[in-house]
């Protein structure tokens, strides 16, 4: 079966600082892969999503960048972080082609910027 | 252009009373549409979908929804429900003219259920 990761649970990073999320995914191959920010436990908002090795498609320019050096890992970054970059950081995963499979989330990570 | 709209922010349902929570899309093809539920501190969990054939769709825990292609609207449905049902629901469609690779949320229903 399939299983996602996402590590850290929780961070906290003081403004100015760097950022890297991992997340990894198991028991499939060529999925495609998505980074999701979420405000104060309602809307998503789409970060970055990806096809394939090395192909990242950005939806909303800002602070951070992803990187997908393997075919089952994903990464999201920052150089320096900034306070509006706290949050909730949902990876997800689903099989590529028509779409009409459903994508499943990673556990997320809580990232506090002090 | 595709959206997705959940006009409730909260709903509040006692328990063993049915519970329905609302969901209205707009595409320009075919939707694709689905369910999510979220706990607290918790990642999104798949409930059901919604991709061609019978109108009233089934998925987990008891949870159902229903397709109006007239209306536009994909409501959840449970007919009896339950406390541990108190989450963060989210509907979400993907326009099958649009990017396989993107979906969009709606912003989320609280559902309450008091005992």
């Known amino acids: 079966s399939q299983t996602i990761h996402q590590w850290p649970a929780t961070l906290v990073q003081p403004v100015g600082s760097p950022l890297s999320l991992e997340c990894t995914v198991e028991?499939?191959?060529?999925?495609?892969l998505y980074w999701y920010r979420q405000a104060a436990g309602r809307g998503l908002q789409l970060l970055f999503y990806s096809v394939g090795i090395g192909q990242i498609s950005s939806e909303v320019p800002q602070n951070l960048s992803a990187s997908r050096p393997q075919d089952r890992q994903f990464i999201l970054s920052s150089k320096k972080l900034l306070l509006s970059d706290s949050g909730f950081y949902l990876c997800?995963?689903?099989?590529?082609?028509?779409?009409?499979?459903?994508?499943?989330f990673g556990d997320g990570t809580r990232l506090s910027i002090l | 252009a595709q959206s997705v709209a959940q006009p409730e922010d909260q709903v509040n349902v006692a328990e063993g009373n049915p519970l329905t929570v609302k969901c209205t899309y707009s595409?320009?093809?075919?939707?694709?549409l689905f369910w999510y539920v979220q706990y607290p501190n918790r990642g999104l969990q798949f409930l059901l979908k919604?991709?061609?054939?019978?109108?009233l769709v089934k998925g987990s825990y008891g949870f159902e929804a229903e397709f109006n292609k007239s209306q536009t609207s994909f409501h959840l449905k449970k007919p009896s429900a339950l406390v541990s049902d108190s989450a963060l629901y989210f509907c979400a469609v993907r326009d099958t003219y649009s990017s396989a690779s993107k979906i969009i949320f709606g912003s989320g229903t609280r559902l309450s259920i008091r005992p």
């Open positions: 997800a995963w689903s099989s590529g082609g028509s779409g009409a499979q459903p994508q499943h």
């Open positions: 595409v320009s093809g075919n939707p694709y």
């Open positions: 028991g499939t191959s060529n999925p495609n």
């Open positions: 919604y991709i061609t054939g019978d109108n």
